[in-house]
């Protein structure tokens, strides 16, 4: 069973108080949501597409979105992928309708059987809907014009979460990046705020959303476990942990940038007029490794644009004893 957020009717009832009205007295949602377009410097006047699941976080980014369109001329659809996981899953997709409704707002909804998806694609069912609702995305976006943008809910402690995740699996320091204020088309205005005050300022304006058990359960994934039991212990050491995991995570990304550009400029200076490189001198292991990515990196790219375009009879060594042939658009791995 799917619950939902305060005790306030979540599909029919009573209306909660119009998010668009100009003397509505919640202002919370949408300073959130103008603070991270700030920092994203999001344009004014573009189209705007709103990934809303129904959850507390979307619901609270639909709103504050909502309620600061008029002034930044955001042009905003709403976007629900229907996952097929649970037998209320419809009623999600009903309760985002009837949201996006009441706030005047278009939305476009699809139903993906995303535990068929999995199992075709070998993968688990949080990667598989998790590629399945950014392709989804992608496309709604890309019928709306070439400066849309598609904006998600996550919040610091998803970024938090996604840091401890990685750093269990035993990721570098690319994986420590945690999650991307900006990637493509896609951006996270809420990305600086807790989750906890969303879910306040939900509260406070009468604002209802879907609850999905199985997002508590740590039984489903290690998502849930991480935030059920590992950031709580985390957070009992220091108050401050998921400030600080954001942060760790921001600053992995400034070093990761930066070891990015020394491996560029190193790569540039150990080629040779052969495409052979010089490893006379070796470099750091951990600067070796990134150049050693680049070059590989490069080959690939080669490989994809002799597929793409009319080159034919290319062959091209990819380290390790493997090659890749081009011929007739056909790549040949050996």
Not at 112 to 140: I, M, P, T
Not at 243 to 271: H, I, Q, Y
């Amino acid at each position: 069973m799917v619950e939902q957020g305060t005790h306030k009717p979540l599909v029919g009832g009573s209306n909660p108080p119009s998010a668009t009205s100009p003397d509505h007295p919640h202002d919370a949602l949408p300073d959130a949501v103008a603070r991270g377009a700030d920092r994203l410097r999001l344009p004014d006047g573009i189209p705007l597409v709103l990934a809303v699941s129904g959850g507390p976080d979307s619901t609270a980014l639909l709103h504050g979105a909502a309620r600061l369109a008029p002034r930044r001329g955001w042009r905003l659809t709403v976007a629900h992928l229907d996952h097929a996981l649970r037998p209320s899953s419809d009623q999600d997709a009903q309760a985002v309708s009837a949201a996006a409704g009441a706030l005047g707002l278009p939305c476009e909804q699809r139903r993906v059987d995303v535990a068929a998806l999995a199992a075709a694609e070998h993968r688990s069912a949080e990667d598989a809907g998790r590629q399945a609702r950014y392709r989804f995305l992608e496309e709604v976006a890309a019928g709306l014009g070439k400066d849309a943008l598609i904006a998600t809910a996550h919040t610091a402690d998803d970024a938090a979460e996604t840091v401890l995740l990685r750093l269990a699996r035993g990721t570098g320091l690319r994986g420590l990046r945690g999650i991307p204020a900006r990637r493509g088309r896609i951006v996270r205005p809420l990305l600086g705020e807790r989750r906890t005050a969303l879910l306040e300022a939900l509260d406070a304006a009468g604002i209802p959303y879907r609850l999905d058990p199985t997002n508590d359960d740590p039984r489903h994934a290690a998502r849930n476990r991480v935030r059920a039991e590992l950031l709580p212990a985390l957070e009992r050491l220091n108050p401050a942990a998921v400030e600080a995991l954001v942060r760790f995570g921001r600053l992995a990304a400034d070093d990761d940038e930066l070891l990015d550009a020394l491996a560029a400029a190193e790569l540039t200076r150990r080629r040779q007029a052969d495409r052979s490189l010089d490893w006379r001198d070796p470099p750091a292991r951990a600067l070796g490794r990134r150049v050693l990515r680049l070059a590989t990196a490069e080959r690939l790219e080669a490989v994809l644009n002799a597929a793409e375009g009319s080159r034919g009879g290319l062959a091209i060594e990819l380290g390790g004893g493997r090659r890749a042939s081009v011929r007739e658009r056909l790549i040949r791995l050996e």
